[in-house]
Structures are given as C-alpha cells and as structure tokens.
C-alpha cells in the first residue's frame, strides 16, 4: 500500500485545507495532526470507478509508524453508526477530533477504466478565531 503525502494551505486564522489526491497506486494518504483545529469538514469528489474511501483517525502519536497505528473508521455529524465511507462525492462534517486523521480508499472497484483519482480535502478550523 502506497501513501501519499497531503498538502496543507493556510486560509485564514485558524483555518487549514489539508488535501490528498488518492489513486490506484497511492491507495492512502500520509497522517495529518489537525487535532488543534477541532471543527472539521470532508469534501471527497473525482474519479471512483467503484472504489470505496474511508476517513480514519487515531489518538495515538506521530512518531509511530503508519503500518503499526490502531486506527478506526470516523463518523460523520450524525454521531457513532454513521462512517464517513464513500462510494461518490460528498461533503460533510467530521464528528470526532483524533490526533491524526488520514483517507484510505478499501476497494479498488473496477480495474478498468483507467486509474482513479480521487482528491480528499479537511477544511479544519479552530474554535478560537
């Protein structure tokens, strides 16, 4: 499994769009610590050709190795039950604040077709503006 790394921009005071642009050989996304910036917003859109993505976070450090974090799937405003899991575009509001968050996709879907693109953006703010 192949990572790519985000790309964070600044938009204002206390306000961060961390981006990755997943595809079919780089199928996660390397950790961000957006744990500061509490209020977060999903936007997932592109190419899916049936894949899945998923939104997972975990309380533990950064300087543990990405293979050997414990990690779960997040849910969305509606609470527990609810996981930020997509099959096509969207956008929603992060329930939970873990230390680090990162997309995966969890199936490829159709082989062909050409390669998926799928960009995957945290628009994250703080409460303190």
């Known amino acids: 499994m192949a990572t790519v790394s985000g790309l964070s921009v600044w938009l204002g ?5 961390h981006s990755w642009t997943l595809t ?3 199928t996660v996304g390397r950790p961000a610590t ?6 977060k917003t999903l936007s997932v859109r592109g ?5 899945t993505i998923i939104l997972v976070g975990t309380n533990q450090s950064a300087t543990v190795a990405q293979s050997s974090l ?3 799937t997040l849910n969305d405003s ?9 099959t096509a575009a969207n956008t929603v ?9 990162y997309p995966k996709i969890t ?7 050409g390669l998926k693109s799928i960009l995957v953006e945290v628009v994250a703010q703080s409460t303190r503006r």
């Open 24 to 26: 079919s050989s780089a």
């Open 13 to 17: 005071r206390g306000i961060v769009k």
């Open 47 to 51: 190419t899916f050709a049936g894949s």
């Open 93 to 101: 509001q992060v329930n939970e604040n873990p230390n680090l968050i």
């Open 78 to 86: 509606r609470g527990e039950g609810n996981p930020l899991s997509f």
């Open 70 to 72: 414990a990690t779960q």
């Open 107 to 113: 199936a490829l879907g159709a082989t062909t077709g």
């Open 34 to 39: 957006l744990a500061s910036l509490p209020d």
